[in-house]
């Protein structure tokens, strides 16, 4: 069974970066796809970023030249670089993973394993 660990949110002034970590473990194929999701009270959960077996990445435009998804192999964790946040940043920060590589990178329908979240909050 895949399991998800994220840590790394807290709270943060506009402008400024936070590194969110994603512990991965179970998988067992060589293939797989991991993403980034957010989710703000009121609204509904929203693709930040992925990174595939292949490394290769798919970013939100909303994200675009701000964060960074990278990845760990040896030690089965993937990465969001976050800089020059925005109140509107705001949200629980969710991983995923999916034992595949879905055509919808950043689709929260194309996931089948997910994380309890880890909250970040950026202050004007």
């Known amino acids: 069974q895949v399991q998800l660990v994220e840590s790394g949110g807290g709270s943060v002034q506009s402008g400024g970066s936070l590194r969110l970590s994603c512990v991965h473990s179970g998988f067992t194929g060589s293939r797989r796809c991991m993403g980034w999701f957010r989710q703000a009270p009121g609204k509904g959960r929203e693709g930040v970023a992925a990174?595939?077996?292949?490394?290769?990445?798919t970013y939100a435009d909303s994200v675009k030249g701000r964060f960074t998804i990278s990845q760990d192999n040896a030690k089965n964790t993937v990465y969001l670089q976050m800089g020059s946040l925005e109140p509107e940043d705001t949200a629980m920060y969710y991983c995923?993973?999916?034992?595949?590589?879905?055509?919808?990178?950043?689709?929260?329908?194309?996931?089948?394993?997910w994380g309890q979240g880890t909250q970040v909050t950026v202050s004007s």
């Open positions: 995923a993973a999916q034992k595949s590589l879905p055509f919808w990178r950043i689709r929260p329908t194309s996931y089948g394993y």
């Open positions: 990174i595939d077996s292949d490394s290769s990445t």
